[in-house]
């Protein structure tokens, strides 16, 4: 089938089902709740909806522990829910992305079940088993840790084996290196590509290929075993595979997890000759303000804008960049990148939107960026939810009390949970979100920060993410032009260039709570020009040196 590359295009919204919008009333989003928000979807101008795992489930790891790839969560509804929400995307012009967890697999799973039945059951192998090390075996079998923390390994009595598991210990990581596993992950895909959907998010997919005899990892103060499993030694081989025998078949697309990936690498997955994936998420942006990507410092601004600066040019015209501050995986941007807004939230939201929107690539909204939705206020580590957190304090064992408080202070400015508060529809009780008892509690501010009130407001950050998706699906500028940073010194400032066939659109964004002037280069003096997008109400004109308010950001075309 002739790949239209359709992405390119596009703008994806992301949902996480279970914080969206509840329809029964049982606290938990479900599929007839996001049915119920197609239309506002699409309204918001996108093209296409990124969903998190909504398969049959646990829930250790909130979805992310598949036991049953072909079938959807009960909580969420059933797969006739999940076809009528389909069809609406569908009908509305949005195309769906599904996540495609293949890593692992829940250990409530049907394969790992029967693979606990014994070494000579056929599903044994469909897992990574060994003996453990010491007189007895009752040690890992190596070093590599999980990335909850702990062990990477769980001992199983009954055989005295250990299986490996890079994420919590109900979630077993499947042994690629077993072409039946190869076929099971085809069919499965090719399974929902039937049903129709467009593409797949593929978690943690630089993972699926573990190097031969699992030597153990370099020692190091947090995560080891790394370089042993990310990028393993069969990992393009196998991703080609899945795209020449299924992807290819399908005008679909996919992106990739792809924690840790250099511009190299990420040419490797995402070259269009190489037929691997698509698109990958790449996280040196979102690291810029961790150490050792787990504690918390501050913005280290400038590296952040050479990261967005050396991916720019370092997949044009091969590859193409994924485009994101916020996920399910990822606090909030509010804040984070911005530093304290005070009084000017709308101005600072937009002003990031400006930022990620111009930029060359395949841009993704997160639930409840459009409406400006901020971290919540946890008060102690009762309150979260996260399984990463459990496991942390599980690590720290007899420390966890006298460093509960720095753990709680890392973890209110880093946890997952803040993407996953439920979705801030109204004022009314629960946000609108639910008529029953919200799962997770929901952000206070929700009073103040909701749809509704945004809808109302002609200025609002809602209004503004509409103008810029619409002004960015109609730019060939912002689709193919070359990115150029410009002030590239400065500490406040982020501005660049796009330039395609005469037009120059000329990106602007103050990243400070504080007036700073902007100088411009020479060859932008005399320039007619419009002013685009504006984040402040449209009272610039020409494109000069001027004092810029707090978070001030603007586009100006030169033609």
């Given at each position: 089938m002739e790949r239209t590359r359709w992405y390119k295009d596009a703008v994806i919204y992301q949902i996480y089902p279970r914080s969206f919008c509840d329809s029964n009333g049982d606290g938990i989003g479900d599929i007839q709740g996001i049915i119920s928000k197609l239309d506002y979807i699409k309204g918001l101008g996108v093209n296409a909806v990124w969903l998190s795992p909504c398969y049959k489930s646990p829930n250790d790891d909130n979805g992310y522990d598949i036991s049953d790839y072909r079938d959807i969560m009960t909580e969420f509804g059933t797969l006739d829910d999940w076809k009528e929400m389909i069809a609406g995307m569908h009908e509305r012009g949005i195309k769906l992305i599904m996540d495609l967890v293949v890593n692992h697999t829940s250990d409530e799973h049907y394969w790992f079940q029967e693979a606990l039945k014994?070494?000579?059951?056929?599903?044994?192998?469909?897992?990574?088993?060994?003996?453990?090390?010491?007189?007895?075996?009752?040690?890992?079998?190596?070093?590599?840790?999980?990335?909850?923390?702990?062990?990477?390994?769980?001992?199983?009595?009954a055989s005295g084996e250990w299986y490996l598991h890079l994420f919590s210990k109900k979630q077993p990581d499947l042994n690629w290196d077993n072409p039946k596993v190869r076929e099971e992950v085809h069919a499965l895909v090719k399974y929902w590509l039937d049903l129709g959907v467009d593409g797949f998010r593929c978690d943690v997919?630089?993972?699926?290929?573990?190097?031969?005899?699992?030597?153990?990892?370099?020692?190091?103060?947090?995560?080891?075993?790394?370089?042993?499993?990310?990028?393993?030694?069969?990992?393009?081989?196998?991703?080609?595979?899945?795209?020449?025998?299924?992807?290819?078949?399908?005008?679909?697309?996919?992106?990739?997890?792809?924690?840790?990936?250099?511009?190299?690498?990420?040419?490797?997955?995402?070259?269009?000759?190489?037929?691997?994936?698509?698109?990958?998420?790449?996280?040196?942006?979102?690291?810029?303000?961790?150490?050792?990507?787990?504690?918390?410092?501050?913005?280290?601004?400038?590296?952040?804008?050479?990261?967005?600066?050396?991916?720019?040019?370092?997949?044009?015209?091969?590859g193409w960049n994924s485009l994101y501050l916020e996920n399910h995986d990822q606090p909030r941007s509010l804040g984070r990148f911005t530093?304290?807004?005070?009084?000017?939230?709308?101005?600072?939201?937009?002003?990031?939107?400006?930022?990620?929107?111009?930029?060359?690539?395949?841009?993704?909204?997160?639930?409840?960026?459009?409406?400006?939705?901020?971290?919540?206020?946890?008060?102690?580590?009762?309150?979260?939810?996260d399984?990463?957190?459990?496991?942390?304090?599980?690590?720290?064992?007899?420390?966890?009390?006298?460093?509960?408080?720095?753990?709680?202070?890392?973890?209110?400015?880093?946890?997952?949970?803040?993407?996953?508060?439920?979705?801030?529809?109204?004022?009314?009780?629960?946000?609108?979100?639910t008529s029953g008892k919200p799962w997770m509690p929901i952000n206070p501010n929700y009073v103040d920060i909701n749809v509704a009130e945004a809808e109302q407001d002609e200025d609002s950050i809602l209004n503004f993410y509409r103008q810029i998706i619409k002004y960015r699906l109609g730019s060939d500028v912002i689709r193919n032009g070359l990115y150029k940073e410009f002030n590239t010194g400065s500490k406040d400032l982020y501005c660049y260039e796009r330039s395609w066939e005469g037009k120059r659109l000329i990106v602007i964004c103050n990243f400070k709570n504080k007036e700073v002037e902007l100088t411009l280069p020479n060859s932008f003096a005399y320039s007619e020009c419009s002013l685009e997008l504006h984040n402040y109400g449209y009272d610039r004109k020409e494109l000069k040196k001027m004092t810029l308010r707090p978070y001030e950001s603007m586009v100006y075309l030169i033609v």
């Open positions: 014994g070494k000579n059951n056929p599903y044994r192998d469909y897992y990574i088993w060994r003996k453990g090390r010491g007189k007895n075996g009752k040690r890992p079998p190596n070093n590599w840790t999980s990335r909850f923390g702990g062990s990477a390994w769980a001992y199983e009595e997919i630089t993972y699926i290929s573990k190097r031969e005899g699992l030597p153990n990892g370099k020692w190091n103060i947090g995560i080891r075993g790394d370089e042993h499993f990310t990028h393993g030694p069969h990992i393009h081989e196998y991703l080609h595979a899945l795209n020449k025998e299924v992807l290819s078949n399908y005008d679909c697309m996919t992106v990739g997890e792809a924690s840790g990936v250099t511009i190299e690498q990420g040419l490797m997955y995402t070259a269009e000759d190489r037929e691997e994936l698509d698109t990958v998420f790449t996280f040196e942006h979102v690291n810029c303000d961790t150490i050792a990507q787990l504690l918390p410092c501050k913005l280290r601004f400038k590296q952040f804008k050479k990261v967005f600066a050396r991916w720019q040019a370092g997949l044009r015209g091969k530093g304290d807004y005070g009084e000017h939230r709308k101005e600072a939201a937009k002003m990031l939107a400006i930022a990620m929107q111009c930029q060359q690539g395949l841009p993704y909204v997160y639930q409840g960026q459009e409406i400006g939705m901020t971290n919540y206020p946890f008060k102690n580590l009762d309150e979260y939810q399984v990463l957190v459990a496991y942390v304090r599980k690590v720290l064992g007899v420390f966890e009390k006298p460093l509960a408080k720095l753990v709680h202070k890392v973890f209110l400015i880093r946890a997952r949970d803040h993407a996953r508060t439920p979705m801030q529809w109204d004022s009314g009780v629960n946000a609108g979100f």
